[in-house]
């Protein structure tokens, strides 16, 4: 028999003709990449301040690409799960869901690009309904110039002389990723917004929502009278204005909810 809390959230999701997924690195944690502020996150082993602000790659850019290239390589040997497979599937089904995530990851990409995921019929092009909020570690952006592209390649952070270089320009490339202090991509904060105002269901998986503004899609699709639906296996800063609270790990609980949705 169905929790009937997994019931509840069924019947809001598929009452809903337009719904914001908001996910963080807790969809991602069961492919083996780490969160940020769990037990083992990374917030708990590195600083930020030396590894994730402009500050830190002025001060030694060979430091910071060095760790982002051992990201790279750890979500590179990741596998999507069960929750970004539901999710992608669902999104293909369902013309009014639009994804936002946080995560710099591409597992929800790959996800979409299953070949169990893709002979699920489009409902309509997932075009502008797939947002990343937070940049992706597997593009590059020029320090110096408007050169910004995919950038899968192995990163030689062996010396300061080896890391990577604009291909226009020669000055230095970084990751194309937010950093602490910065700006989201003003693009898609503007579509992640507009779709939290329009949504009439939210469904908020693996964030512990304490970071702004990305964590404010939530309190937007509240506000426009959406239901707020919270997966996670611990506690959010979301469990109070939670119309359901999900408890339990994304890739065993997102595909029960999606399923038939
Ligand atoms: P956090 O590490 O803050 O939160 C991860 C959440 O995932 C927590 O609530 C965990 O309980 C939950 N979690 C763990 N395992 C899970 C599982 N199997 N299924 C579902 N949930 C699980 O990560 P975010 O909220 O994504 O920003 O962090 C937000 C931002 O803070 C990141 O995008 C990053 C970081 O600093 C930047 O780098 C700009």
Same mark, same amino acid.
């Given at each position: 028999m169905l929790r009937p809390d997994l019931t509840r959230a069924r019947e809001l999701l598929a009452a809903a003709a337009r719904v914001v997924v908001l996910t963080g690195a807790g969809v991602s944690a069961e492919s083996g990449v780490p969160t940020f502020r769990g037990a083992g996150g990374l917030w708990k082993q590195f600083r930020p301040e030396d590894l994730a602000t402009p500050e830190a790659f002025a001060r030694d850019p060979r430091l910071v690409w060095e760790w982002y290239g051992w990201r790279r390589a750890l979500v590179a040997?990741?596998?999507p799960n069960p929750a970004h497979l539901a999710i992608a599937r669902w999104m293909r089904a369902q013309a009014g869901v639009t994804l936002v995530t946080q995560n710099v990851d591409d597992l929800h990409e790959r996800a979409a690009e299953d070949p169990a995921v893709v002979s699920t019929p489009l409902a309509a092009p997932l075009e502008g309904r797939f947002l990343k909020?937070? $940049?992706s570690l597997f593009r590059s952006k020029c320090t110096r110039c408007t050169h910004v592209a995919e950038h899968r390649e192995r990163v030689d952070a062996s010396s300061a002389d080896t890391l990577p270089r604009c291909p226009s320009?020669?000055?230095l490339l970084r990751?194309?990723?937010v950093w602490f202090g910065e700006m989201l991509p003003p693009g898609a904060t503007r579509a992640a917004f507009a779709a939290a105002g329009r949504a009439q269901a939210c469904l908020v998986v693996?964030?512990?929502g304490a970071v702004y503004p990305a964590a404010g899609v939530a309190h937007e699709a509240q506000a426009a009278g959406a239901a707020?639906?919270?997966v996670?296996? $611990?506690e959010t800063d979301y469990d109070a204005m939670a119309d359901v609270r999900l408890v339990g790990a994304a890739g065993e609980v997102v595909p029960a909810i999606l399923e038939g949705c």
């Open positions: 040997q990741c596998r909020l937070h $940049g320009c020669g000055a990751p194309d990723v693996g964030t512990k707020v639906i919270v996670d296996p $611990g």
